[in-house]
């Protein structure tokens, strides 16, 4: 069975460029995640979908990013217009949204912003 | 909101040393805690997980403990080999569910052969 699929997984764009990352969670996951990791730190979530209802977006820095989860399943996340600040990993993560499900995490897209 | 705060944040051990990395953390709602592997360019990967009903967990190497009076939990890989080697990630969940996590910042372990 394939796992979380991310791409790209790495990206180097000038600043207030747009960028997108797509993620295809495991089949049948109905909670998806979209965290932020920084270097040398732990992931912080952005943004959790319960099929496609965005159930908690509190972290996600809506002058610049947003995220969609059309039909459930596949989810986009975009940035518009980058700064050099956004520079990171984004990780995909999906589980089966029951009470201490394991998050399966993608490979991340590695975004560079020049 | 929840802080979750990790030590040491590297580490370095001998192989076939013992290794413990601790956690803390401030919600008292907080009632799971995994801990997740991140080789270097991986993906996280969860390892071990417990839940505050709780004291122990063991897995072969790697066992978990907490303790909820003090709001700590640790992990301790036993017998390390040079594959131990990575960045392990503690986490608390938040709101009294598990869907919501806080990570810590997380410990580099390095096992030198």
């Known amino acids: 069975e394939a796992g979380v699929v991310q791409s790209p997984r790495y990206k180097i764009i000038e600043k207030k460029q747009p960028v997108a990352f797509w993620c295809n969670p495991i089949?049948?996951?109905?909670?998806l995640y979209w965290y932020l990791q920084n270097l040398g730190q732990g992931p912080e979530l952005l943004i959790r979908?319960?099929?496609?209802?965005?159930?908690?977006d509190s972290q996600l820095p809506k002058d610049r990013f947003s995220a969609e989860r059309l039909k459930g399943v596949d989810s986009t996340l975009k940035i518009q217009p980058a700064e050099l600040g956004d520079s990171a990993v984004y990780l995909c993560a999906s589980s089966t949204g029951t009470s201490g499900g394991e998050l399966f995490f993608g490979e991340g897209s590695r975004l560079t912003v020049l | 909101g929840e802080n979750v705060e990790q030590h040491p944040s590297t580490l370095s051990v001998q192989e076939g040393d013992s290794a413990v990395i601790k956690c803390t953390y401030s919600d008292s709602a907080s009632n799971y805690f995994p801990w997740y592997k991140q080789e270097l360019g991986k993906r996280p990967q969860l390892i071990i997980d417990?839940?505050?009903?709780?004291g122990e967990k063991k897995d072969q190497r790697i066992a978990v403990t907490l303790n909820k009076t003090a709001k700590h939990f640790s992990l301790h890989i036993t017998e390390t080999q040079p594959e131990d080697s990575a960045v392990y990630f503690c986490a608390a969940s938040i709101q009294g569910g598990s869907e919501k996590l806080v990570f810590g910042k997380g410990t580099k372990l390095t096992v030198n052969p």
């Open positions: 417990i839940r505050s009903n709780v």
């Open positions: 089949s049948g996951h109905n909670t």
């Open positions: 979908y319960e099929n496609e209802e965005a159930v908690d």
